[in-house]
């Protein structure tokens, strides 16, 4: 018995359907694995928000603060020399090691130019980082590096004057359960107290190192 004409379309329209559900499949697959891309870029974007917040045109200012051996240090304590001026903690998991330790390597490459920079490390977590803390910490990458604690007031004053964006996050529910956001630039600062350089995160030691040495040529340092 030979099929009627009208169970013949039916069965190529049935044939047709089943080899579309397949691209149907393939584009909605695809859709679904470009949601999850754009989800995943948004929140590592997300996470690496803190690090990259900085004030390029952070005027830098005065302050006054305490060194790792307990005493007070201030913008002026170190006359006729550049400041290399870095706000982090001594808990950080990631950036702040990095930092400075671009920052060590920097200073090494610049030989008897780096003489004319003083490295600080300001903490943004003075109830953890004491000066003891500081000092121990900042000797793991450089002895140049001198470590600079002092009061919530006095270090939230320093770190606005800098342009630094820093904030509290609580990770866990005990009292010491929590991490410090805070933006990740290093500050090249003229003997006269003015903000030179802006150093971002991710350089290398090298290229740290020739910022660095034209910005001390730039503002009067050794070429």
Same mark, same amino acid.
């Given at each position: 018995?030979?099929?009627?004409?009208?169970?013949?379309?039916?069965?190529? =329209?049935?044939?047709?359907?089943?080899?579309? +559900?397949?691209?149907?499949?393939? $584009?909605?697959?695809?859709? *679904? !694995?470009?949601?999850?891309?754009?989800? *995943?870029?948004?929140?590592?974007?997300?996470?690496?928000? %803190?690090?990259?917040?900085?004030?390029?045109?952070?005027?830098?200012?005065?302050?006054? !603060?305490?060194?790792?051996?307990?005493?007070?240090?201030?913008?002026?304590?170190? %006359?006729? #020399?550049?400041?290399? $001026?870095?706000?982090?903690?001594?808990?950080?998991?990631?950036?702040?090691?990095?930092? !400075?330790? &671009?920052?060590?390597?920097?200073?090494?490459?610049?030989?008897?130019? /780096?003489? +004319?920079?003083?490295?600080? *490390?300001?903490?943004?977590?003075?109830?953890?980082?004491?000066?003891?803390?500081? #000092?121990?910490?900042?000797? !793991?990458?450089?002895?140049?590096?001198? /470590?600079? &604690? /002092?009061?919530?007031?006095?270090?939230? =004053?320093?770190?606005?004057?800098? /342009?630094?964006?820093?904030? +509290?996050?609580?990770?866990?529910?005990?009292?010491?359960?929590?991490?410090?956001?805070?933006?990740?630039?290093?500050?090249?600062?003229?003997?006269?107290?003015? $903000?030179?350089? &802006?150093?971002?995160?991710?350089? @290398?030691?090298?290229?740290?190192? @020739?910022?660095?040495?034209?910005?001390? +040529?730039?503002?009067?340092?050794?070429?």
């Amino acid at each position: 018995m030979q099929p009627m004409p009208s169970e013949i379309v039916m069965s190529q =329209e049935a044939r047709a359907a089943r080899a579309r +559900r397949p691209r149907a499949n393939e $584009v909605a697959s695809f859709v *679904f !694995l470009l949601l999850v891309i754009t989800v *995943f870029m948004m929140v590592m974007m997300a996470m690496a928000l %803190p690090y990259i917040i900085a004030s390029p045109s952070a005027g830098g200012g005065s302050f006054r !603060l305490v060194g790792d051996q307990g005493q007070i240090v201030t913008d002026r304590s170190w %006359p006729g #020399k550049f400041l290399l $001026v870095y706000f982090g903690y001594t808990h950080c998991p990631d950036i702040c090691p990095t930092m !400075l330790a &671009t920052i060590a390597g920097a200073l090494n490459a610049l030989g008897a130019k /780096g003489d +004319r920079i003083q490295p600080l *490390f300001v903490t943004l977590d003075p109830q953890r980082d004491t000066e003891a803390v500081m #000092k121990q910490y900042t000797a !793991l990458f450089s002895p140049r590096i001198a /470590g600079l &604690t /002092g009061t919530t007031a006095a270090l939230a =004053e320093a770190a606005q004057d800098y /342009g630094v964006h820093y904030a +509290r996050q609580q990770t866990g529910p005990a009292p010491g359960d929590y991490e410090m956001e805070h933006s990740a630039y290093a500050y090249l600062v003229t003997p006269g107290g003015q $903000v030179a350089l &802006t150093l971002p995160p991710g350089q @290398s030691s090298q290229q740290m190192a @020739s910022e660095l040495a034209a910005g001390l +040529r730039d503002n009067n340092g050794h070429p």
